[in-house]
């Protein structure tokens, strides 16, 4: 079982819709993160957080929109998505700090965007 | 891409032979680290091998890593049905971003 909890697993939205979705860890980690995966490629880095601070975005359309409202929770708000949206998204946590740590990821989850 | 290739893309084996995948990489790093991936699921950390390190162990893992190569490779022994499963590297940018290699999808046959 993983310590990073991510909320709702599956998720349908249209184009218009506005929706959220949510991750938690417990471990005390502060430095948490957004990844997109695409069936068969390997998860590609959208956000870093670092100490409830947005350290890196890479590129990310502002159709996403993260928040780390404290220590423990992550959300990414989501509005006007395209089909090419349709993804696993990733949310994991670790220690902070330069020289790579382990990251603990949740169980992620499905987007599909009509 | 700063990652380079994994290598195989696919591995076939029955249960109870080593599987073995390689990944490449391009710039220098503090280090290297493997990851499991069951079909949907989230990643799920296996090892972690610092640049200064030429060998590690861990059950039935065991990783080499070559900075002059800049080559890793992720051998399982006596491998099981459950290690069914993709498997990515990943090493750390300048800029402190974790980034997978294109993984290698390993089926183990009963």
């Known amino acids: 079982d993983t310590e990073v909890t991510q909320t709702p697993k599956h998720l349908v939205m249209g184009m218009t819709n506005k929706k959220s979705l949510k991750c938690e860890q417990h471990?005390?980690?502060?430095?948490m993160y957004w990844y997109k995966q695409k069936a068969k490629k390997p998860p590609e880095l959208m956000f870093v957080?670092?100490?409830?601070?947005?350290?890196i975005n890479e590129s990310v359309p502002s159709r996403f929109s993260p928040e780390c409202p404290n220590s423990s929770l992550l959300n990414l708000h989501l509005h006007a998505l395209q089909p090419e949206d349709s993804a696993l998204y990733l949310c994991?946590?670790?220690?902070?700090?330069?020289?790579?740590?382990?990251?603990?990821f949740g169980e992620g989850s499905r987007l599909t965007v009509l | 891409s700063q990652q380079g290739e994994e290598d195989p893309q696919a591995l076939s084996i029955q249960e109870g032979e080593n599987a073995t995948m390689n990944c490449s990489y391009k710039t220098s790093i503090n280090n290297l680290q493997w990851y499991r991936q069951n079909s949907g699921r989230g990643l799920v950390h296996l090892i972690l091998?610092?640049?200064?390190?030429r060998e590690k162990h861990s059950g039935r893992l065991r990783v080499t890593l070559d900075t002059s190569k800049k080559s890793s490779s992720l051998l399982i022994t006596a491998s099981r049905a459950a290690d069914t499963a993709s498997y990515f590297c990943?090493?750390?940018?300048?800029?402190?971003?974790?980034?997978f290699g294109q993984g290698t999808e390993l089926s183990v046959k009963p």
């Open positions: 994991a946590s670790s220690r902070p700090g330069q020289g790579g740590r382990e990251l603990f």
């Open positions: 471990m005390g980690h502060r430095a």
């Open positions: 990943a090493t750390v940018s300048q800029g402190g971003k974790l980034i």
């Open positions: 091998i610092r640049s200064n390190e």
């Open positions: 957080y670092s100490y409830e601070k947005l350290s």
